[in-house]
């Protein structure tokens, strides 16, 4: 079993067991009542039935207790294998990524183009032996500064649970040509707080490995997934316009962390 199952385990399982003893009025117990038990963990009470329910249909073994996987019978909506063979012999040609893999199917599949997240599904059937993936590009960029990563990830809710917060992200930015990653625990992603997280991410680099990504008066942004912009759209904000104008009045003594994972794309000149 993996960390995280250990983890999700460990969470409900004193949490099922107690809601046992309140049910058959067992003494002595923690909670006298299963509302009391729901409001110390954060739970609802239809989210404690569904698990108890699991429970018991596994014979209360740990396993009932884990998430069960979700969607479409297998199958049922695969790829025809010819559409998967010719995307295994552009990704072994060109190691082009899952975005890129998109783009060039579009004009040929359509409406029958596999999405990005499916590509990379496909890839993993066909694994890559030693000598192929020698040919596969990892690093885009050469020089350190011209190509950085960028995204945002909810915290799980049980983490959440724990500091008590509805709301927790984690932002991070990466420098494509050293992987040298910054993150930082976040309480929102609005346009205005991710901007300041990217000028703050700008100084570390600047500071520490003396990295300068230099933004042109109109950057180019790679989006690869709608969520780092959703809250900039909706509050019309101009992210951009917003992000250079704090970059030339933001101060460079800054105290700042690092860690994360990106899959967004910002270019610069």
Not at 23 to 37: G, T
Not at 38 to 56: D, F, P, V
Request: proline residues 5%; positive net charge; charged residues 30%.
């Amino acid at each position: 079993m993996k960390i995280s199952q250990q983890i999700f385990v460990k969470r409900w399982k004193p949490i099922l067991e107690e809601y046992e003893k309140i049910q058959n009025k067992v003494l002595p117990r923690s909670f006298r009542f299963v509302k009391d038990l729901c409001s110390a963990h954060h739970i609802s009470n239809k989210e404690l039935r569904r698990y108890y329910r699991k429970w018991q249909e596994g014979e209360k073994q740990d396993d009932s207790l884990l998430p069960a996987q979700r969607g479409a019978r297998p199958g049922s909506r695969r790829t025809p294998k010819a559409i998967e063979r010719n995307i295994m012999k552009a990704y072994r040609r060109f190691g082009s990524n899952r975005y890129e893999l998109v783009l060039l199917f579009k004009p040929y599949y359509l409406d029958k183009t596999p999405s990005p997240a499916t590509m990379d599904r496909i890839k993993k059937r066909y694994p890559l032996n030693p000598a192929q993936k020698k040919i596969i590009k990892r690093y885009e960029k050469v020089t350190p500064g011209e190509l950085a990563y960028i995204d945002l990830t909810k915290v799980p809710k049980d983490i959440r649970t724990v500091f008590k917060v509805k709301n927790l992200y984690v932002a991070g930015l990466e420098d494509d040509c050293t992987r040298l990653t910054y993150s930082e625990i976040l309480k929102d992603k609005k346009a205005s707080t991710l901007t300041y997280f990217m000028a703050r991410a700008l100084s570390w680099f600047k500071q520490i490995y003396n990295f300068e990504f230099e933004p042109q008066s109109q950057a180019k942004f790679q989006s690869k997934s709608r969520t780092f912009f959703h809250s900039c759209k909706t509050k019309k904000l101009k992210f951009t316009s917003s992000l250079l104008e704090i970059l030339c009045s933001i101060t460079r003594t800054i105290n700042l962390n690092d860690g994360g994972i990106m899959h967004h794309a910002i270019q610069y000149g």
